[in-house]
C-alpha cells in the first residue's frame, strides 16, 4: 500500500481546438505518459506508482484531464510537467494555454492515522478513514498545487502522527552535572518575602512585577557578574536587538512554527487620523471605559508580537550577509529589553511571570567555534554558580529550546547541537527551576537567515538566556535575605537596601 494523489483539471485555451490539435493533444498525452512522466523515476518504481493522464477529453477550448499517481511523479508535478508540453504543441496550433482549473484533488495516504493528527485547514474539503488508509479531498487551486500545499499537508499528518505517539513522552531531561549541597540558610518563598518587604509588587498587567530598587540592585549586581566573569573574559560585545518582532522573524526562526499560544500579538491602527479615532475617546471621555470592541475594528495586523526567544530579532543583521574568516567566531549580547511570553505554564511568583528581563548572549561562526563558545560558557558560568554565587544547583541536556518553542518533543538528533538548562534548587518547594541555558542551535539560524562563512563551511550559533529574575528568585531561595549571609562576591555589589517609600 503506498500514498496515492489524484487531480482533474481543466486547461483553458484561448480558441477551440481544431480537430487536428486535439489529434496533437492525444498525441501529447501518450508521449507524457510513456516518456515525460516517467523521468527521474528509479526503474524499480511499478506502473501504477508513477503518475499517468488516465483519461483525458478536449470540448471547445478546453482539455478536461484526469492524472493519477502514487508517490511517483505526484499528480499535481504530472500536471505542470504536462502543461509545458501541451502548451507547445497546442501553440504550433496556434492555440495559447490561458488558465488551468483544479477541479478536484484527493490524497490517500496508507496506514491508521488518528482523528487529531488531520489538520484543520481551510484546504480540507472532506475526509473518509478506512480501514487501512485515509483519504482527504482537498480545494486546491493550481496556486496552491505549485506551492506544494498538499506535499505540506502530508508532511504535517505524518508530524502529527508522530507528536501523537510521542504524546505521553515527556520533554527530554538528562542529568550532566550537579554541584554539592550547600548548607540551607532560608526556606522561605523568595516572591512572598520580597513583597512583604516591599522590594516588589505586582503591575498592572498579568504575570508583570515592578521592581523597587532593592530587588533591582540585585538584579544589577548579577548583571555585573555576568559582565565581569562572563562577556569581558569571553569577548562579547553589546548590541541592541529588536523588541518588537514581525513574522516575517519568526517565519525565517520557526516560530511561526508553534508560538501562537503564547505571543503578545502587537496590532497597529488602520489610520493616524485624529478623527478615526475621535469617537474612541469620546466614549472613554463619557463612560471612563474603554470600549476594546470598537478599537479591535479599527486594527491592522497584528503584525507580530513582543519579544518571545530574544535572539531572532538580531538575524536580519546577518541576513543574507556572507562573513570574513577573520571575523569569527562572533559574540554579542542583548540586555536590551523585556521578553513577553503569555505563560501557557501559569504565572507563578517572579520565577514564571509574562513579561522578564533577560540576557541574551549570541555566539556564531563554524561548528567547531560555536560548540568551543559553548564550552568556555559552561565552564564559567559553572565558576560562577560554583565560586561566585556559591549555588546548589545542576545543569541537564533537554529538549533544545528552539524545537519546543516550535512545539516538538524529542532530541535535535546530534549530540552537538541541543540545549543545557542550569536548575537552581528552591528549598521552600524543594523543586528545581531552569535560571537559564546554553544551547548549540546548529545551523538553524544561519539557514533560516540565509548567513554564509568566507570558507565555506557551515555556519552555526550558540546563545544563552540569562533570566535576572529566575538568577534572584534561585539566589534569594537559598541565600535569604540577610546580606551579611551572602556570598562576599555578591554582597560586595550590592549596597544596604534603602527604603524609599513607606506607606501608611
Ligand atoms: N516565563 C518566564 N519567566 C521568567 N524567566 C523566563 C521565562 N521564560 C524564559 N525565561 C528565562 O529565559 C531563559 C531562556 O528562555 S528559553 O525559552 O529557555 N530559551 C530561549 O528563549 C533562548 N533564545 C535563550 O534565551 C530561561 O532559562 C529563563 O531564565
Ligand atoms: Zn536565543
Redesign the pocket.
Known sequence: MFIRFALTADLQFSRDLTPEAVLAAGDTVQEANEVLFRRGVPAEAEDEQIGKITEWSAHDSVISLAIESGPYTRAHDALFRFRKLIAQAMGRHRLGLREITVRSFSVEIPGHIPDEAIPKLPFIRSVSSHAESVRIDLACSATDLENRVPDRIVKLIEEKKEAALYGGKTEHWELVFESGKRERIFEGNPTEEMLARGWIKHGASRGQWIFAPQAVALFRAFERIVVEEIIRPLGFSEMIFPKLVPWEVWMRSGHAKGVYPEIYYVCTPKTRDPSYWEDIADYFKVTGEVPVEMIRDRLDGPIGGMCY???PPFWPFVQGETLANDCLPIRVFDRSGTSH?Y?SGGIHGI???DE?H?I?ILWLGTAEQTIETANRLHETYTRVFEDLMELEWRSARVTP?FMA?EGMLGESGSADIGTRDYEALLPYSNSWL????V?VNGDKYPKGFNVKIQSGADCWSG?????L??WTAAFLAQKGFDTAKWPEAVARLVDEPKEIFRFL
Open positions: 526567544a530574544q535572539c511570553r505563560e520565577e514564571r511571570v522578564f533577560r541574551e529550546w518553542q531552569e535560571f537559564q541555558n544551547s546563545c544563552s538566556g540569562i533570566g529574575e529566575r
